[in-house]
């Protein structure tokens, strides 16, 4: 759009938990508009989530939150082009953008895994993350890296 800025679409919270970002999260999970499939995989997902992390108090809403707080990057880079050359500039991310790209990422690390069904794959990805390891840490990590390799060219940010 050019002149206005698009409204922002009011998120209705999933039925289980009363949580918008629970909605948030499926909505990214979401393929061919096939909503109540995904609510399927997210909370199967949950519960295996729950079977296999007993021996905290936590809940398995509470695993998956910390989770995605664990994936969450605070800086990515951004290409500048300056005078011919390209460099790699540093820049801080809001907050709308730092959970979408985490979902983004956990949901994508969650898709490369092996195993039987989206839930299993979706549950082991929520505990490797719980546990700061797996895909979707590491590239939160290889992100930091670089933003830090290039904290030389910060000036050039726009």
């Known amino acids: 759009m050019r002149k206005s800025k698009p409204k922002k679409r009011i998120l209705l919270p999933d039925p289980k938990f009363n949580d918008k970002l629970v909605t948030r999260f499926v909505n990214d999970l979401m393929i061919d508009g096939k909503k109540q499939l995904a609510f399927h995989i997210f909370y199967d997902s949950l519960e295996l989530v729950g079977q296999r992390v ?6 398995p809403l509470d695993v998956w939150k910390k989770a995605l707080e664990n994936v ?15 460099f790699q500039v540093p820049v801080e991310l809001r907050s709308e953008r730092k959970v979408a790209v985490s979902i983004k990422n ?13 839930a299993d794959k979706l549950s082991a990805e929520i505990i490797a993350a719980f546990n700061e390891e797996g895909g979707a840490y ?3 990590e ?9 904290r030389a060219f910060a000036h050039f940010r726009f």
């Open 54 to 59: 007993k021996n905290t108090e936590l809940k």
């Open 72 to 86: 969450t990057p605070h800086v990515e880079v951004k290409s500048r082009r300056v005078g011919g050359a390209n």
């Open 106 to 118: 956990m949901i994508l690390f969650a898709r490369k895994r092996s195993g039987k069904s989206m």
């Open 138 to 140: 590491k590239k939160k």
């Open 142 to 150: 290889d992100t930091h890296r670089m933003a830090e390799a290039n």
